[in-house]
RNA sequence: GCCGCUUUAGCUCAGCUGGUAGAGCACAUCAUUCGUAAUGAUGGGGUCACAGGUUCGAAUCCUGUAAGCGGCACCA
């Protein structure tokens, strides 16, 4: 007899080898009826596994949260069979469970198209009304081998290869289908339901490594209800509303063109966001005791080498040269991928004292990088663009400190944005790297006390982890992981540890003895690249920015000709002020001009009519809201003013009353 | 870079199985002076991404190139 704990305490006997479902249906019938699965020791399982030995047990029914990953994972099994029946010598290979659905990658000379999918979900729906039964059994290697061998499924041989021996090779039938997997499952295909659909194909390397095979992966979603689907299905259209490229066409901010793939045509609007972004950095860079520098765009190849980029980095250079026909000057040019080399050249112009350190050099630095033509994507990944990167050269025992300093202004900065959920990450040494164990056991130490002091020092409100593994060669990092309005993450910020580049470009100082010591270089970015965080907040407001941000926060609009000189008198006196006014003269109806300034998504229009230009006052209607205020101009002008103040710039005013 | 798809007016898109281009918005002109999300009329605008090929004839079919989109890989 084996003793099962429930999830109210109670404690009931049952004869061992009792399944799951069994002890379902000792409930009762319609508990049976709706449970999917069971966890055992919090352990998700099948419910048709015989249990053994004591253990808390918990049936975990359709509507259970934790019956969705069953759901999305039984959809993808069902997926392959209908794939299979319907187009026969398709080989399967994996079909995981993904945040929001599932996928499964195939192997099949056509690819699949996009019309294949209405078929395919046709069919998935077909055999879901067969409501078959998953059953689990566990094969031996050599008899799973012979299966898929005889099926031709190639892929499936290599991952049975890949299962580690001991470990039982388990396949899921449902009907006639089967897959290895390692489950669980539910209890039957009509458990998934209808709240799914087939989203995309896309090809997918095999076992993610670019060197193997092409794969097709159809992708899709599935829900508990038709309730979830259509809500997903609806937050994807609300994110693609807010898409920066759609919003930077809209909107006027920049655009992209053949000629330059990767690169960006900031238009005024646009680079007007830019400037302010680069202005709030600066403001809060002075008082930490930066330096502002900048560094040329074009050094010889030689210095590249020095630094290692020529050997390492090459392939995501650009190089250049005199174009002219009859040059005799061969001398080949990098154009920077980086700005730390240039920022140690000026380290290392004149002797620096141990009394320069921490030295913190700042540069709003432009770069550009050969990126993967795939991976080019609107702003977030772009081939030419500007870091605000900034290297700190100190001793080891200022790096925690210093690190330290990077954290409060790289949070702080975020908050200024709206962004409050961060996420910390401490990549640790790659197996590629530079540098003794004893080196990275030191640094990796001082980061992981960083790293605890961050956590302690938010009060909880920011998350940490370690990624093993993902370190520069150069040194550890912290990775600062954003999460926008919609709840997508975005990865700025970094601080990295660097023992390596000063000494290969030989840069020093003079230690109080006397000598010439090494320093440490850390390098960091709050934004990163500049472009690619006003893609992010871009879609992180939707394009409804703050008014300190917006690229034009007001617009003053007449309702007929008589009150222009009154609103170009208004527009002359909040540009004055500075403020980013644009007043519309226009010969059109003041519905038209509203309409036209709200989609345009400016925050603040000032109706100016034959009332207002008498009565010296402005009519107040906000982005977003019908409702209209009165004011009189200077009482506007002020409220407007204090509210496009950036919020830096607002705490200051608040210290100094 | 890899797989698939796409590329027609400034924007969004239509153009069936080949017979040499169309709408809405935008723009310009004229009329309208109208109090909070589209006033009306008229007009201009396209070597159909680019380069080849097939054909009597190509936006339409084929090949290549480029850029973009969705993934994958990459992302110091």
């Avoid at 003269?585 to 400016?602: D, G």
Wanted: proline fraction near 4%.
């Amino acid at each position: 007899m084996i003793h099962l704990t429930f999830p109210d305490g109670s404690v009931r006997e049952f004869a061992a080898g009792t399944t799951g479902r069994q002890v379902a249906e000792g409930i009762s019938k319609s508990l049976a009826k709706k449970s999917v699965a069971m966890t055992l020791g919090g352990t998700l399982t099948d419910l048709s596994d015989p249990i053994t030995a004591d253990a808390s047990i918990e049936i975990v029914t359709r509507e259970d949260p934790r019956a969705l990953e069953l759901i999305r994972h039984d959809a993808a099994h069902v997926m392959a069979e209908a794939v299979q029946e319907l187009f026969p010598g398709t080989q399967v290979t994996i079909g995981p469970v993904i945040e929001n659905g599932f996928y499964y990658d195939f192997a099949r000379p056509e690819p699949f198209t996009t019309e294949d999918l209405p078929k395919i979900e046709a069919k998935m729906r077909e055999i879901i009304t067969r409501n078959a039964h998953f059953t689990k059994e566990v094969w031996s290697r050599e008899e799973a081998k012979r299966v898929f061998a005889a099926k031709g499924e190639a892929f499936k041989l290599e991952l049975i290869d890949a299962i580690p021996a001991g470990q039982d090779l388990k396949i899921y039938k449902q009907g006639q289908w089967f897959d290895l997997c390692r489950g669980p499952h539910m209890a039957s295909t009509g458990q998934i339901g209808s709240a799914f659909k087939l989203t995309k194909v896309a090809g997918a390397y095999w076992r993610g490594d670019s060197t193997k095979p092409m794969l097709t992966r159809i992708y899709g979603t599935a829900w508990h209800d038709q309730v979830e689907l259509d809500a997903y299905l609806h937050m994807l259209e609300e994110a693609e509303k807010r898409d920066h490229r759609k919003l930077g066409r809209e909107m006027d901010l920049f655009h992209f063109q053949e000629e330059g793939p990767g690169v960006v045509f900031w238009h005024s609007k646009g680079w007007s966001m830019f400037q302010e972004l680069i202005a709030y950095m600066r403001r809060r860079l002075r008082p930490l005791g930066y330096q502002e520098v900048n560094a040329p765009q074009l050094l010889d190849k030689s210095l590249w080498e020095t630094s290692g980029h020529w050997g390492w980095y090459k392939e995501n250079m650009f190089a250049a040269q005199s174009a002219g026909d009859d040059t005799e000057d061969e001398r080949v040019f990098a154009i920077k991928p980086m700005n730390c080399p240039g920022h140690v050249q000026i380290f290392k112009h004149g002797l620096k004292s141990y009394r320069d350190l921490p030295l913190r050099m700042a540069e709003f630095g432009a770069v550009h990088r050969y990126e993967p033509s795939g991976a080019l994507h609107g702003l977030m990944r772009v081939r030419g663009f500007t870091q605000d990167d900034a290297h700190i050269f100190c001793t080891e025992e200022q790096m925690a400190d210093e690190c330290l300093k990077i954290n409060d202004l790289i949070l702080s900065t975020y908050a200024d944005f709206g962004f409050g959920e961060v996420v910390v990450k401490l990549s640790t040494r790659p197996e590629k790297r530079v540098g003794s164990d004893a080196v990275w056991d030191h640094a990796e130490a001082v980061m992981m006390r960083v790293l605890k002091t961050i956590e302690e020092q938010s009060g909880g409100k920011i998350k940490t982890g370690i990624l093993e593994g993902e370190g520069a060669f150069y040194g550890p990092k912290f990775e600062y992981t954003l999460r926008d309005a919609i709840g997508r993450e975005w990865q700025c910020g970094t601080t990295q540890v660097d023992f390596n580049l000063p000494e290969r470009f030989g840069a020093f100082y003079v230690d109080s003895d006397g000598t010439k010591k090494t320093p440490v270089m850390i390098h960091r970015a709050i934004c990163g690249s500049m472009e690619r965080f006003l893609g992010i907040l871009i879609e992180h407001f939707a394009g409804h920015f703050p008014l300190w941000f917006a690229p034009v926060q007001v617009v003053v609009a007449t309702i007929t000709s008589e009150a222009d000189g009154y609103a170009e008198a208004v527009v002359d006196k909040l540009r004055a002020a500075g403020l980013r006014a644009e007043v519309d003269l226009r010969n059109e109806k003041i519905n038209y001009k509203v309409r036209e300034h709200s989609v345009a998504k400016v925050p603040v229009i000032l109706v100016c009519g034959k009332r207002e230009a008498e009565e010296g006052t402005v009519n107040i209607r906000r982005l977003g809201s019908r409702d209209q205020v009165s004011a009189t101009l200077d009482q506007a002008l002020a409220d407007l003013l204090a509210e496009a103040t950036p919020p830096d710039l607002q705490r200051k005013l608040a210290a100094a009353a």
